[in-house]
């Protein structure tokens, strides 16, 4: 199975992943810049790292815990402003993007993981990335 996760992944990273992770990083790096978008570019850098190489790992919320600034009233807060300022049209590009994979029928697992990150990218804090395994 790791092989095809691999496969699945170069594939991934060379047909539009590194344009899409590249593209979280700089996001980043810019919310970072503005110092009031810090606590977002932690979230954006993770989906970087998700974007770039997405097979074999999957997205999860946090466990609750009372010393994690992203979970409570301040992690909801946090995103409803982030849905408001980037998340729509973030999530917007993504499923425009699975579209013509899903019509491809061999770019189906491709689709699917857009469809990951655009539920993602509506609300990103609060979740992490673990591996499946």
Known sequence: MSLIRLILNLLWFF??????GLTWLFG?????LTVVGAPWAFSAWRIA???FWPFGREIVWREPDASVLGKGCLGVGGNIIWLVLAGWYIAIGHVLASIPQFIS???IPFGIKNLELAKL???????????RD
């Not at 047909?15 to 899409?20: A, L, P, Q, S, Y």
């Not at 980043?28 to 970072?32: D, K, N, P, S």
């Open 49 to 51: 790292s998700y974007s």
């Open 121 to 131: 990218s509506l609300a990103p804090i609060g979740r992490t990335i673990r591996n």
């Open 105 to 107: 029928i061999i770019g």
């Open 28 to 32: 980043g790096l810019l919310l970072l």
């Open 15 to 20: 047909t539009g992943g590194v344009i899409t």
